[in-house]
């Protein structure tokens, strides 16, 4: 079993930025995928980052240059900096990993509005 928590999300003004974190109840590198996903209202979920247990990353085009993914495996967790923010970028993030099966968090509010 995997427990994974999200923080950061919040109010924003577009432009702005956030840091959403993930913290995982085992060891980061143990996952062989690591992504934040993202649901807005009437939209279906959608992969926004994602990070391989080697270090590989691939974003969403309507994120790249704007969002990084990170892991930190000493603290077990991985990051979402998110720069530029739209007001496209609402949503609830989602993380996710893959140990033996498909973990999600609870997910964390993005709200991008002036």
């Known amino acids: 079993q995997v427990q994974l928590a999200e923080s950061g999300g919040g109010l924003v003004q577009p432009g702005g930025s956030l840091r959403l974190s993930c913290a995982a109840s085992r060891r980061i590198f143990s996952f062989s995928y690591t992504r934040w996903y993202r649901q807005a209202p009437g939209k279906q979920r959608e992969l926004v980052a994602g990070?391989?247990?080697?270090?590989?990353?691939n974003y969403a085009d309507s994120v790249k240059g704007r969002f990084t993914i990170s892991r930190d495996n000493e603290k077990n967790t991985v990051s979402l900096q998110m720069n530029s923010l739209k007001p496209e970028d609402t949503a609830v993030y989602y993380c996710?990993?893959?140990?033996?099966?498909?973990?999600w968090g609870q997910g964390t509010q993005v709200t991008v509005s002036s």
């Open positions: 996710n990993v893959v140990w033996d099966r498909e973990y």
């Open positions: 990070v391989t247990s080697s270090g590989r990353t």
